[in-house]
């Protein structure tokens, strides 16, 4: 009892608060399983429409104009006029509403479409399109037409988009069948993610940013159904402006170390009439593979994989000031298998073996021992094996006169009897002699004592 009491206390004590005094009573004597910690993860926010901000010309053109700006009370989903929705599947896969104005004065108002080849390629299947893939250079030319709400009429034209790998923004020039060119800017509204995730938990946080939305940040719970799906829940994107936004489950599908999918966010102001995030990417990276099995711990249905097992835990021991100590772990499990000793939960520098030897032992060494052994899928710690050191002990010698005039020398313990001609000495072992050694007169003379 008294040697559990110490290393309780000692356990208490320590730094590394593991909580070994819940765990010590549900898991084997022979290990501990460490928790997994927050994983990162990161990612981008992407909607997969395009903005097109007013062109210059003769008159003033605006390509989008639906969107009010969030800091007007309005839809934060673009704070920019200039939103061209992507409809998949459609004829033209960009459709907004078109004004022109004369100076200050509205002229005409209607719908435009934007559609062609060249905005289709899709090459990692992620629906957004490459051209606008930031990643990616975008140099496309894609068809536009028209059409008045007030006189009823149509026009057609041509769209010019480019912009550079790795930019969020470039320049648009749209040319008329009717000689008309407006020239303008666009840009891809995305936001960058950057945050952890709790497997233990199922919670995810992140930090969404940009240079053109009010940044914000996700929390939301999540469950895996496969090694290639998880379903995010209790979303809530809480932006900096102080906008709450939630949305509906929404499930994740893994493309190798890539989950997507598409979330559309709102206000609960039903008064707007529309999604306030509508038909946005979320698409996050995990490079947490702690198994190596391909599959990120995000959706990985065996996260863990099969950590070590040990076979065989250290000793506990009891030594003096001076001897030494030899502690030794057998663990089996899928390798590569790596060893950490630790003193009181801290870890000792350099003991990285499945042994560790203290050869000439300090009162300060005394304490609670503990092997670490990791492989892929993560650490187990042994049962501490608790070292006692007690002090060294000063040896006595004793001379006794023997009745042939010799003297025998007795002593206890380990110590070595040295002797010397003179003092100070140096003093030198006498060779193989033990307690009882006997010193003939004449040759035995000098000085004798014990060393350690």
Not at 185 to 211: E, F, K
Not at 331 to 348: E, R, T
Request: glycine share 12%; hydrophobic share 35%; net charge neutral.
């Amino acid at each position: 009892m008294q040697l559990l009491d110490r290393f309780l206390a000692t356990i208490v004590s320590t730094r590394r608060q593991l909580n070994w005094l819940q765990t010590l009573g549900k898991v084997a004597a022979t290990s501990l399983l460490l928790p997994t910690m927050a994983q990162s993860i990161s990612g981008t926010f992407q909607c997969q429409s395009i903005v097109i901000n007013n062109g210059t010309g003769p008159n003033n053109l605006t390509v989008g104009f639906t969107t009010p700006s969030s800091t007007a009370g309005g839809n934060p989903q673009l704070p920019l006029n200039g939103e061209v929705e992507y409809y998949p599947g459609n004829i033209n896969l960009y459709q907004s509403f078109w004004a022109m104005y004369q100076g200050n004065q509205l002229a005409d108002l209607g719908m435009v479409g934007i559609g062609g080849s060249s905005l289709l390629p899709d090459s990692d299947a992620n629906g957004i399109p490459n051209f606008a893939e930031r990643s990616l250079t975008a140099n496309v030319s894609a068809s536009l037409v028209t059409v008045s709400w007030v006189t009823g009429g149509s026009a057609a034209g041509t769209i010019t988009l480019n912009r550079g790998a790795g930019q969020t923004s470039g320049s648009s020039v749209t040319r008329f069948t009717t000689g008309e060119i407006f020239t303008g800017s666009w840009l891809l509204p995305l936001m960058d993610v950057a945050g952890t995730y709790n497997a233990n938990q199922r919670t995810i946080q992140l930090r969404a940013s940009s240079s053109v939305f009010t940044p914000g940040n996700f929390t939301g719970t999540y469950q895996v159904n496969s090694d290639d799906s998880v379903t995010m829940s209790n979303i809530l994107l809480q932006l900096d402006s102080g906008n709450r936004l939630t949305a509906t489950p929404v499930t994740f599908t893994r493309v190798g170390k890539t989950y997507r999918s598409i979330i559309e966010f709102v206000d609960g102001n039903l008064s707007t009439g529309y999604h306030d995030f509508r038909r946005w990417t979320l698409q996050l990276t995990d490079p947490a593979d702690n198994d190596g099995d391909g599959i990120p711990n995000l959706s990985d249905s065996t996260p863990s994989g099969s950590p070590p097992v040990i076979v065989t835990r250290p000793d506990g021991a009891t030594r003096t000031v001076g001897q030494s100590v030899t502690f030794s772990i057998t663990a089996s499990g899928p390798g590569p298998l790596s060893y950490q000793w630790y003193l009181n939960g801290i870890p000792i520098a350099g003991a990285n073996a499945s042994a560790y030897t203290l050869p000439a032992m300090a009162l300060t060494d005394a304490g609670a021992y503990t092997a670490g052994v990791r492989n892929n899928a993560g650490e187990v710690l042994s049962f501490p094996a608790v070292l006692t050191v007690n002090p060294a002990t000063v040896p006595k010698l004793n001379l006794k006169l023997e009745t042939n005039g010799r003297l025998t020398f007795t002593w206890t313990g380990a110590a070595r009897l040295t002797w010397s001609p003179a003092l100070p000495g140096p003093f030198n072992v006498v060779p193989g002699a033990v307690s009882g050694y006997q010193a003939l007169p004449g040759a035995g003379n000098g000085f004798y004592r014990l060393a350690l």
